[in-house]
């Protein structure tokens, strides 16, 4: 019965962990961008960007982090065989690097408080998928153990990589148009109200 309830919390923790991960470093990006605002635009952006990463990093990711390792011991606790497992230290593996991201986030909000970090919010945007490769990995590896078949998972991982940087360029381009737009049009409005 312990089993179904160290799984259980496990898997409530990955999914609140991941949802901080995703959120955190949208945030970034939004809090990178603030940047380009005039003040007093920039000054309050940038103070509730850093509120909402702080909160949301210490009140919600880390402890979505806390709660899937320690639930993850559990597990492993009730069936310690499993660390034989070949798949099972490849898959924590994975987890070691999505720890690495979790607190070099935090070590980027830190910079971002500073006024330290020069990143751009397209620099954060790709930055934001790294998890979801970790996600795909990790649960593959979960699901399947050892029964992954490695050429097709390689095949998905390089399609998926594929995919998110066409989609960021495609989605940077439309921004640029975007904003072209309405630095063309901002001065007839300019025009029209001093008439």
Known sequence: MAYYWFKAFHLIGVVVWFAGLFYLVRL??????????????????????????KRLYNIITTPGMIVTVAMAIGLISTEPEILKSGWLHIKLSFVALLLLYHFYCGRIMKKL???????????????????????????????????????????????????????????????????????????????????
């Open 28 to 53: 970034f990006v939004y809090h990178a961008e603030a940047a380009t605002e005039t003040e007093p635009a920039q000054a309050i952006l940038k103070a509730q960007y850093e509120i909402m990463e």
């Open 113 to 195: 408080e500073k006024g330290e970090c020069n990143w751009t919010g397209q620099q954060f945007r790709a930055l934001n998928e790294a998890p979801t490769l970790l996600l795909v990995v990790i649960v593959l590896l979960a699901v399947f153990k050892n029964q992954l078949p490695l050429d097709l998972t390689t095949w998905l991982i390089v399609a998926l990589v594929v995919l998110m940087a066409v989609t960021i360029q495609l989605y940077a381009k439309k921004r640029r148009q975007d904003q072209e737009k309405l630095r063309q049009n901002t001065p007839q409005k300019e025009e029209v109200a001093t008439r």
